[in-house]
C-alpha cells in the first residue's frame, strides 16, 4: 500500500514517497541564485572608500564616518587612501580647477567597478562660489553615479545616499546605462 503524502512543489496530494523524491531533486548544499546576484551582493557591502576631502564638508564626512552613525554598517568603513586598493571615491568639498587633473588621476587609478560620490553643494555645483578657480561641479571631469546635497549636508543624508549607492549596486546590470541616478551626461575630457 502506497502512502499518500502533501507535496508543496505540486500543490497537491501525490501519491509516493515525495519527501524523497524532493531530496534527490535539491541536495542539501542547495543555493537558489544566480551568481551575477551573489556578486552584486556582495559589492553592495563591500565598499572600499577614498575620501578625497579638501574643505569643511569633511567634519561632516568624518562625523558620518565615526561611531555615532557607523559608515561600517553599510559595509563602507575601512577607508583606503591608494586609489589602487579602492572603489568608492567621495569627493568632499571644493575642487578647484588645479586640483580638477589630480582628482582625475586619481579615478583613473581607481579598481573597477568603481563608483563617485559627489559630497555637498561645493563638490556638486560650485556652492557659493562661482568664480573661475572653482570647479563648477565634478561631473565636468569624472562621472558621478551620486549627488549628495547640502551645506554641509547631514550624516543623515550621507546615510540615506549610501543606501540609494547601494541599492544601485545591487539591481544595476553591465552594459546598460542607470536610468535615475546619473551624471549630467557632459562629454569628458
Known amino acids: 500500500m502506497k502512502r499518500r503524502t502533501i507535496s508543496a512543489y505540486a500543490g497537491g496530494v501525490s501519491s509516493g514517497n515525495a519527501f524523497s523524491d524532493e531530496s534527490r531533486a535539491f541536495p542539501e548544499s542547495f543555493a537558489a541564485t544566480r551568481l551575477k546576484?551573489?556578486?552584486?551582493?556582495?559589492?553592495?557591502?563591500?565598499?572600499?572608500?577614498?575620501?578625497?576631502?579638501?574643505?569643511?564638508?569633511g567634519m561632516e564626512y568624518f562625523s558620518a564616518a565615526g561611531p555615532r552613525y557607523d559608515l561600517d554598517r553599510f559595509?563602507?568603513?575601512?577607508?583606503?587612501?591608494?586609489?589602487?586598493?579602492?572603489?568608492?571615491?567621495?569627493?568632499?568639498?571644493?575642487?578647484?580647477?588645479?586640483?580638477?587633473?589630480?582628482?582625475?588621476?586619481?579615478?583613473d587609478q581607481m579598481a573597477e567597478p568603481k563608483w563617485v560620490v559627489s559630497f555637498g553643494a561645493c563638490t556638486s555645483s560650485g556652492g557659493p562660489y562661482d568664480n573661475y578657480a572653482v570647479l563648477q561641479g565634478i561631473d565636468r571631469i569624472v562621472p558621478v553615479a551620486?549627488?549628495?546635497p547640502g551645506c554641509p549636508p547631514r550624516?543623515?543624508?550621507?546615510?540615506?545616499?549610501?543606501?540609494?549607492?547601494?541599492?544601485?549596486?545591487?539591481?544595476?546590470?553591465?552594459?546598460?546605462?542607470?536610468?535615475?541616478?546619473?551624471?549630467?551626461?557632459?562629454?569628458?575630457?
Do not use: N
Open 155 to 189: 550624516p543623515e543624508a550621507v546615510l540615506d545616499g549610501l543606501m540609494k549607492l547601494q541599492y544601485r549596486v545591487q539591481h544595476e546590470r553591465e552594459g546598460r546605462p542607470w536610468p535615475e541616478f546619473h551624471g549630467s551626461g557632459r562629454q569628458l575630457g
Open 37 to 57: 546576484d551573489a556578486i552584486q551582493w556582495a559589492r553592495k557591502y563591500s565598499f572600499f572608500p577614498y575620501p578625497f576631502v579638501t574643505a569643511c564638508c
Open 75 to 107: 559595509g563602507a568603513a575601512l577607508p583606503r587612501f591608494t586609489p589602487r586598493q579602492a572603489d568608492l571615491l567621495f569627493v568632499v568639498g571644493t575642487i578647484t580647477h588645479r586640483m580638477a587633473p589630480i582628482l582625475r588621476r586619481v579615478y
Open 146 to 148: 551620486l549627488y549628495i
